[in-house]
C-alpha cells in the first residue's frame, strides 16, 4: 500500500467548511473522493478569500484549499435521475459524508437509513450545526454562534469588555478534524466486521469538547470561569509588545528566577517576590513593568529564541508573512505549491502530520465546477448504473473500532492523554506510564482542580481535570531511569499496538527507544510523538505548552477586540488541535498495519497543525499582500454579527445575519418591539457601510432581553443566535442533556458519581462510552505485570522493591495550586455555587 486509505471510496456530499475539510484529508491520507455539488455549486465557492482572474466559481482560495485531492461532479438531487446516480455511487463507496440540515436529506427522501440500506457496509458521517437529534437540530449556527455556545467566549477576553471569540473560521475547520477523525474510527470498525455505521456530528459539541478540563472547575468545585483582568501576569502567556511584535512566555511550576532574568537581562527578577505563580500574583502590576522596561527595545523573535535555547517556555506572536517565511515549517516541508485554475499557483499548508510509511500528500488541485461529471457518469454507465448488486450485509454484533487493541500511554497533560482517553471509549486497553519522579500536572499542577478545593487528603487521585482526561486507563507507575524499568517497558511496547508520547525528541532516544528500535522490538508497532515543533527542523528542542504555541502558530494576530493587541483565546487550543489530527492520524495507521503487518512512526508538530487552521490569512497574504485585520467578535463580510449584552450579569448572546433575506426577518422582529429600523439596510454592502449605526440599533432592540428566549426566536426567524454560555450553562444545557453529551460515572469515593464530557458525535450501532474512572496513581502495576507480561508474583514483587514500580511519588512536591479565592480575585472565576452538587444532581 503506497497511502494509508488506499482502496476506501469516499462520496463527499459536503458544503462550506467542515465536511468537505474532513473529505479532503481522507483524500490527503490516500482515499479517492468524489465531491457532488448541486448545479449552481457548493456554496463554498464563495468563501473569501477571492482571486480575481478565472471563471467566477473558481475565485475562492478557500475553497481550493478545502477540496483538493477531489474529483467533482454536478447533480440535481431533486430529479429522479440525479437520485439514481447518487445511489449507484453510494453503492459503490465505503463512506459518505454530508452535511444537509435534517429537514433538506428529508425533503430529498433521503436519509443515513436510506443510504445504509442501499450500502449496508456504508459509514455515513452527518455534520451538522447541532447535530441530527435534540432540541437544537434544527437551528443554524455560525462561527460565532457557535464560540459563543461552547463555553469558549466566556472564559476568553478581559473581564469589564465583550467575552471574545477566536478570528476566522476554527469552529467548523475544527469540525473537520472531528468529523475525519470519528469517520475513520467508524470506517476501521465496519471494514473488520462488516457492518455499516452513522456518525451524528455536532459543531457545537466539537468546540465545547475544548472545555474538557475547564468544566470540572463546576463538576468538583462548583466554580463558574470568567474573563481575566486587564492587567495580568505576564509569566501567564498572555502577548507582551516589544519593540518588534508581541513575545509570550510562561512559567511552569516555581519560576527559575535567574534564568529568566538573565534572558530579560534585568536583576529585578531574581527578586523572590516574583518566584512563584502565587507570589507573582499579589505583584502584577511591578511585574507588568519591570517586563515592559526589559523588552521595549529588543525584538519578540530575537527573545523568543533565545528563552527556548534556554529550555523556557516561549511563544511568539507570528503573522502569514513571518509563517510563510518560517525556517521551521520549511525544513518540515509544510507547504505545498498547488496550481489554481486562475493560472496561478499558491503556497498552502498541506501537512498536518507527518507519517513515516504513508506519508500525505497533495494529488490534484480543487474541482472545477462539474469537471469530472461525464467521466465518473460514465464509468456508473460502464458498471451497470443504479443496476449495481445490492451488498449483503454481513451478521454478527457490530464491535467496537477499537477492541482488542492495546495502547501504551507516556504522555502528559492534556493533548495526548485526551486522546488515549477517547480511544479507550473506543475500546482500547490504555495502559498509561506513568513516571514515579514527576507527576502529570493534571494530577498536581497550578491550575488543576480537586475536590472541592481540597489538597490535604489524597489530592492526586481527586484531580477532576485527571478523571476526564485519563477515564477508562490503567496505570503503571514506572521509572524508565533505570535498566530494568526500560526492560519492563520494552516488553510491554512487544505485546502493543500503539505508543503515544510528548516527550521532546531526545528523550526516547536517550533511553535507547528511538523508532527504529521500537520497529524491532514490534515491527507492527505504531508511534505517535507529539511535541510542539516536531522531531525535526531547528526549532525540535524548544519546549512548548498550549498557550504560548497558540500566538506562535499565528490564529492570534487575528485574534483580538477592533484596534487591539494580539489575543489568546479559550483553554489550551492547540492542544485539541493536535488530539483531533493525531486520532484521524492512528486510524489510517492502524488500517495500513492491519493490511500490511507494517507499524510507523507518526510525527505530530502542533504547531505547523495550527498553522493549517488559518488558511485565509496565508492566501489573502499571497493574493495582495494584506491580511485579515482583528475585529473582535464581528465577521468581515456579514453585518450584523456580534456578541451583544443582554440580561443578566455579564450575560450576552450572539447573533450573524448571513444573508438580505435573514436582515428583513431580524428587521421585522426588531420593529414589532418598538425598535425603528432605518431604511437603506436592505442590501449587505450598505449594512457594511453602516456597521456601527447597524450594531448600535441591534443591541439597543437586545439589552435587557433573556438570552435563550430571544435566541427561540432567532432561530425560529432562520437566524444563528444563541447566549454566550459558562461551564454551569453547558452542564445544565437541555440540548446536550437530550444528546447524553455530558456521562454519569461513578467515580472512587469520596468524588461519586459525577458529569463527564462524552465525545461530540455519537454512533448509530456501536456503544461508544466511558468505560470506568481515571486510575490512581500506579494502582494496575502488579495487574498489568501478570495479565499482560505473565510475570509471577515473586518477579513483581522484586520489581516493587527495586523502585522499578512504584504507588507513590518517590519525591513528591508541595502544592502549588491556586485557591477558588485567588482564582476570583484574579477574575479567572467568576463565582462559586456552593449547592453546585443539587443543581447537577449529584448530592
Known amino acids: 500500500m503506497s497511502a494509508a486509505l488506499e482502496g476506501v471510496r469516499v462520496l463527499d456530499l459536503g458544503q462550506g467548511i467542515a465536511a468537505p475539510f474532513a473529505a479532503r484529508l481522507l483524500g490527503d491520507l490516500g482515499a479517492e473522493v468524489i465531491k457532488v455539488e448541486p448545479e449552481d455549486g457548493d456554496p463554498g465557492r464563495r468563501l473569501h478569500p477571492l482571486v480575481h482572474e478565472g471563471p467566477q466559481a ?70 451538522t450545526d447541532f447535530g441530527r437529534e435534540g432540541p437544537y437540530a434544527h437551528y443554524v449556527g455560525s462561527d460565532l454562534v457557535h464560540q459563543a455556545m461552547s463555553g469558549i467566549m466566556q472564559i476568553s477576553g478581559q473581564a469589564d469588555r465583550a467575552p471574545l471569540k477566536h478570528g476566522l473560521n476554527q469552529a467548523y475547520l475544527g469540525a473537520g478534524l472531528n468529523a475525519a477523525y470519528a469517520t475513520l474510527a467508524a470506517h476501521y470498525a465496519a471494514e473488520r466486521d462488516g457492518i455499516g455505521e452513522h456518525v451524528d456530528l455536532s459543531v457545537q459539541e466539537c468546540l465545547v469538547s475544548e472545555l474538557v478540563t475547564c468544566e470540572t472547575y463546576y463538576t468538583f468545585m462548583g466554580a463558574i470561569q470568567g474573563r481575566r483582568l486587564a492587567v495580568q501576569d505576564p ?24 534564568t529568566f532574568a538573565d534572558l530579560f537581562r534585568d536583576e529585578r527578577l531574581r527578586d523572590p517576590r516574583f518566584a512563584s505563580n502565587r507570589q507573582r500574583s499579589e505583584h502584577v502590576a511591578e511585574v507588568v513593568r519591570i517586563i515592559a522596561d526589559s523588552v521595549r527595545d529588543r525584538d519578540a523573535k530575537e527573545i523568543f529564541i533565545d528563552g527556548s535555547q534556554r529550555r523556557l517556555l516561549m511563544g511568539v506572536v507570528q503573522t502569514a508573512p513571518d509563517l510563510l517565511a518560517c525556517e521551521q515549517l520549511a525544513e518540515r516541508d509544510v507547504f505545498a505549491e498547488v496550481p489554481h485554475p486562475s493560472g496561478r499557483s499558491f503556497r498552502y499548508p498541506a501537512e498536518l502530520a507527518s507519517m513515516s510509511l504513508t506519508p500525505t500528500r497533495v494529488r490534484c488541485r480543487a474541482p472545477m465546477l462539474g469537471e469530472h ?141 528511538d523508532m527504529d528500535e521500537l520497529l524491532r522490538i514490534n515491527p507492527r508497532l505504531i508511534r505517535l510523538s507529539n511535541t510542539g515543533y516536531g522531531s525535526t527542523g531547528p526549532w525540535r528542542n524548544f519546549p512548548s505548552q498550549g498557550t504560548t504555541l497558540e500566538v506562535t502558530m499565528g490564529i492570534a494576530s487575528y485574534t483580538g477586540y477592533r484596534g487591539d493587541k494580539p489575543w489568546k483565546v479559550g483553554q489550551s487550543y492547540p492542544d485539541f488541535l493536535a488530539c483531533w489530527t493525531g486520532l484521524a492520524a492512528l486510524f489510517a495507521a492502524l488500517r495500513h498495519a492491519r493490511a500490511t503487518g507494517q507499524g510507523q512512526w507518526i510525527d505530530l508538530g502542533m504547531y505547523q497543525v495550527g498553522v493549517a487552521m488559518i488558511p485565509e490569512a496565508l492566501l489573502q497574504y499571497q493574493i495582495d499582500g494584506t491580511e485579515p485585520e482583528r475585529i473582535g467578535n464581528e465577521d468581515a463580510q456579514h453585518v450584523p454579527s456580534d456578541a451583544y449584552p443582554c440580561a443578566g450579569d455579564d450575560r450576552w448572546v450572539a447573533l450573524t445575519v448571513e444573508t438580505d433575506a435573514q436582515w428583513r426577518a431580524l428587521a421585522q422582529l426588531m420593529a414589532a418591539d418598538g425598535t425603528a429600523v432605518p431604511a437603506g439596510l436592505d442590501d449587505a454592502e450598505a449594512r457594511r457601510a453602516r456597521r456601527d449605526e447597524v450594531n448600535a440599533l441591534v443591541a439597543g432592540w437586545l439589552r435587557g432581553q433573556d438570552g435563550h428566549a430571544v435566541m427561540h426566536r432567532l432561530q425560529a426567524a432562520g437566524i444563528a443566535s444563541g447566549p454566550v454560555l459558562n461551564n454551569r450553562d453547558l452542564l445544565l444545557d437541555p440540548h446536550l442533556a437530550a444528546r447524553g453529551f455530558h456521562e454519569r460515572v461513578a467515580l472512587p469515593e469520596p468524588m461519586g458519581v459525577r458529569p463527564i464530557m462524552g465525545r461530540p458525535w455519537k454512533l448509530a450501532e456501536r456503544a461508544v462510552r466511558i468505560r470506568k474512572p481515571a486510575p490512581r496513581y500506579g494502582e494496575d502495576g502488579r495487574a498489568v505485570m501478570r495479565e499482560v507480561l505473565g510475570m509471577d508474583e515473586a518477579a513483581i514483587d522484586a520489581l516493587f522493591e527495586a523502585g522499578v514500580l512504584c504507588t507513590g511519588p518517590k519525591s513528591p512536591k508541595p502544592f502549588d495550586a491556586m485557591g477558588l479565592a485567588e482564582l476570583q480575585r484574579l477574575k479567572a472565576i467568576h463565582e462559586v455555587d456552593p449547592d453546585y452538587r443539587e443543581k447537577l444532581g449529584i448530592a
Open 235 to 258: 509569566f501567564s502567556g498572555a502577548p507582551i509588545q516589544t519593540r518588534r511584535g508581541y513575545l509570550s512566555f510562561q512559567a511552569g511550576g516555581s519560576m527559575p528566577a535567574e
Open 373 to 513: 461529471t461525464a467521466e465518473v457518469l460514465a464509468a456508473l454507465e460502464r458498471a451497470g448504473g443504479a443496476a449495481v448488486p445490492a451488498i449483503v450485509p454481513a451478521g454478527g454484533t457490530p464491535r467496537l473500532p477499537l477492541e482488542g487493541v492495546r495502547v501504551l500511554d507516556m504522555a502528559t497533560v492534556i493533548a495526548m492523554p485526551y486522546m488515549a482517553a477517547l480511544l479507550s471509549d473506543l475500546g482500547a486497553e490504555v495502559i498509561k506510564i506513568e513516571s514515579p519522579r514527576k507527576l502529570d500536572p493534571t494530577r498536581q499542577g497550578v491550575l488543576t482542580t480537586y475536590l472541592d478545593n481540597d489538597t490535604r487528603v489524597d489530592a492526586i487521585n481527586r484531580s477532576g481535570m485527571f478523571q476526564v482526561v485519563n477515564r477508562g486507563k490503567r496505570s503503571v507507575v514506572l521509572d524508565m531511569g533505570q535498566d530494568e524499568g526500560r526492560r519492563v517497558f520494552r516488553e510491554l511496547a512487544a505485546r502493543s499496538d500503539i505508543v503515544i508520547d510528548n516527550f521532546t525528541p531526545r528523550v526516547m532516544s536517550g533511553w535507547g527507544l
Open 58 to 127: 473558481e475565485r475562492s482560495l478557500m475553497f481550493a484549499y478545502l477540496n483538493w485531492n477531489k474529483r467533482g461532479i454536478t447533480l440535481d438531487l431533486r430529479s429522479a435521475a440525479g437520485l439514481a446516480r447518487l445511489e449507484a455511487l453510494v453503492r459503490e463507496s465505503d463512506i459518505v459524508i454530508e452535511s444537509f440540515r435534517p429537514d433538506e436529506l428529508a425533503a430529498l427522501g433521503l436519509s443515513a437509513a436510506r443510504l445504509r440500506e442501499w450500502n449496508p457496509r456504508l459509514v455515513v458521517t452527518s455534520v
